[in-house]
C-alpha cells in the first residue's frame, strides 16, 4: 500500500464547495470556542448545537442498529454501539469488532455528533462490523492520560461484559480504530493493551486515520501546508498539545505520547504490536508525521501498511461526496478481512 513519498509544491486541495463550506464552519466554531487561558467555551458550543448531535435508534436505520452503553456514569464513559442489522441474528455469520475513537485534537466532538455517527454506522454497514464508538473524557478540563485510560477501560469491560454486544460479535478479532486524536489513542491502547492480558479479546489489527502526533520540530508539511490546510495549522496543533498535556518537566511535544517515534519513543520491538494500516493525506500538515510513524513500526519489525491520499485534506473520510472516502472504506474492508482470515 506504500505509495511513492516525493513531494510536490503545495498548492490547493481541490474539494467541492460543500465540503469547502463545512470546513469553514467547523473551523471557525472550534477557533472561536478555544480561550486564550487554555480552556473552552462549553456552554458556547452547547448552544450552537455543535456537531448536531444524534440519538441511538434500536430501529434500524440504512441497516444498522444503535445504542449506548454507559461504563462509569461518574467520569461519563460510555459507547455508542452499531450494530448490522442484515447479519446481527444470524449465528453462524461472525462479526468483528471495531473499537473506534474519534478525532477532534483530544478536546472536541463525541461518539454522537451526525458526523462520527454517520461514520461508525457505514463502518458497520460495509464491513460489516459491531462497532464501538468510544466517548473517552475531554482537555482541557481532563488531560493526559484519562483519554488512554478511557479507551483501555472499554477493552476490559468489553472482555468482562461480552453480553452487552450481540452473540456474533467475535472479540477474538477485534480492531482498534481511530482518526487525528482518535488514532494516537488507539495506538496507546493498542500498546497497553499489548502489555496487559485478557479473557476473551485479541487485538489483531490497528487502523491508524491521519493519526495526531507532532514535536517541538516544524516539519515540512507543517510549514510548506501553513495557509493552505483548511483544518490543521501549527496554532492550532500547539494549542491542542498544550490543553492535552499536563504541566511539568518532559511535558513538551517531544514527550512520547506526542512524538511517538522520536528519541523519547517506547521500545515496542519486543511487543506483540497488532498489524498496522496508517493513513496518510498529501494536504495534511501532520503527514510527515505519520509516516514517521509507519517508518518507525517498519524499523521495530512491526507488520504495517501505509495507505496515500495525495490530494486529500485532514479528515477527508468524513465527507462522503468525496470519491477517495469510499475508496478508503474499500481498502478498510480488504485490511479488516485479510487481518480477520490471517487469526483463523
Known sequence: MAADNKSKPPSSPALPWRTRFQLSILSTL??????????????????????LRTTANPNPTNGVRTSDVTIDSSRNLWFRLFVPTQLAEQDDSQLPVVVFFHGGGFTFLSPDVKPYDVVCRRFAREIPAVVISVNYRLAPEHRYPSQYEDGFDVLKFLDSEKNVLPENADLSQCFLAGDSAGGNVAHHVAKRACQSKFNIIKIIGLIAIQPFFGGEERTKAEIELQGIDPLVSASRTDWSWKAFMPEGEGMDRDHEVINVSGKNATDISQLDFPSTLVV???????????????EWLKHN???AYLLEYPNMIHAFYIFPELPESDHLFSQLKDFIHKNCEKSN
Open 280 to 294: 496518510v493525506a498529501g494536504f495534511d500538515s501532520l503527514q510527515d508525521w505519520q509516516r514517521r510513524y509507519y
Open 30 to 51: 472550534t477557533d472561536a470556542s478555544r480561550r486564550r487561558n487554555g480552556t473552552v467555551n462549553r456552554c458556547f458550543l452547547r448552544f450552537l448545537g455543535f456537531g
Open 301 to 303: 519489525g512491526k507488520e
